[in-house]
């Protein structure tokens, strides 16, 4: 079995897959979605991935590698502390120079979060080039990969849970209201308008940017929504086509079968045994 770790800023999503007798990934097991808290210790995350574990019927021994993309570092040793006393796997960091098969285009590659990366490495391996990832979580992010699987760079923009709560923080009188389509465009009460300028705003904002994305790299570009808030906004976008919710899960996956395939042509122990290649930006 393989564990994932998908940790965000907001929310941590955890997955499980079914490894074949190459050591490769066969198939989704099962996902959960916890809170991120800073505050939790190894042996919290120890007792909690366990209990996820024993309700699938899973042995923590069955356990043969564990993969992480974080965005928030002061939880990734504590990560490690678990996985190394609770898993008994060292585990595989998203991070720069592990082998990811994703050129990385930018000024600063070592910069790219591994949320982002994930990502793009499963758009290329779906849906091919040229394609735009639109992830809408804590920030929304907009993520651009090269018709030869290449990563350009992007933007990112304050997500629109982000910016509810900068507005409700800095206006005393506006009362805090449900995130979600609202049912007009004219509001005739304060929480109406509330989620008109909310909702239509942040569709907007992601609207605009791809279109002058669109408008560069070309009108045979796909446009692909993950994230937590992709199935709210996305069917509203006039340019997202496809809402893929565990799309950094695969490219998480792929990225650790690579290591292990890199690891075994070594005669090494695998990603979660031995050092992953340094290879920058590959």
């Not at 490690?80 to 590659?109: A, M, N, W």
């Not at 490219?251 to 292990?260: A, S, V």
Request: aromatic share 6%.
């Amino acid at each position: 079995m393989l564990l994932v770790l998908n940790v965000n800023n907001t929310n941590t999503v955890i997955a499980l897959y079914t490894l074949g007798a190459n050591g490769l990934t066969e198939g989704l097991r099962a996902t959960w979605r916890i809170s991120t808290r800073q505050s939790q210790t190894a042996d919290e995350y120890g007792i909690l991935v366990r209990s996820l574990l024993a309700s699938e019927g899973v042995d923590p021994i069955a356990i043969r590698g564990v993969a992480i993309a974080s965005v928030v570092p002061p939880v990734d040793w504590i990560l490690r502390q678990f996985c190394e006393r609770y898993i008994h796997q060292k585990p595989l960091f998203i991070e720069p120079g592990v082998k990811t098969g994703l050129p990385i285009l930018t000024d600063s590659p070592g910069e790219v979060g591994a949320d982002r990366v994930a990502n793009c490495v499963g758009a290329f391996n779906l849906y091919g080039g040229p394609t735009i990832v639109v992830d809408l979580g804590t920030a929304t992010n907009f993520d651009v990969v090269s018709r030869k699987g290449e990563f350009l760079g992007g933007a990112i923009a304050p997500g629109l849970t982000i910016s509810a709560e900068a507005l409700f923080a800095r206006a005393a009188r506006l009362p805090r209201v449900e995130i979600r389509r609202p049912a007009k465009i004219i509001g005739t009460n304060t929480v109406d308008n509330l989620q008109i300028g909310l909702f239509w705003g942040h569709v907007g904002l992601v609207d605009s940017i791809l279109q002058r994305m669109l408008a560069e790299l070309g009108p045979e570009t796909k446009c692909v929504a993950t994230g937590g808030l992709a199935p709210l906004i996305a069917r509203e976008s006039r340019y997202i086509t496809e809402v893929n919710e565990g799309l950094t899960l695969e490219g998480l996956r792929l990225i650790y079968d690579r290591n292990h395939a890199a690891e075994r042509m070594r005669g090494g122990r695998g990603p979660g045994g031995a050092e992953a290649a340094r290879v920058p930006g590959a």
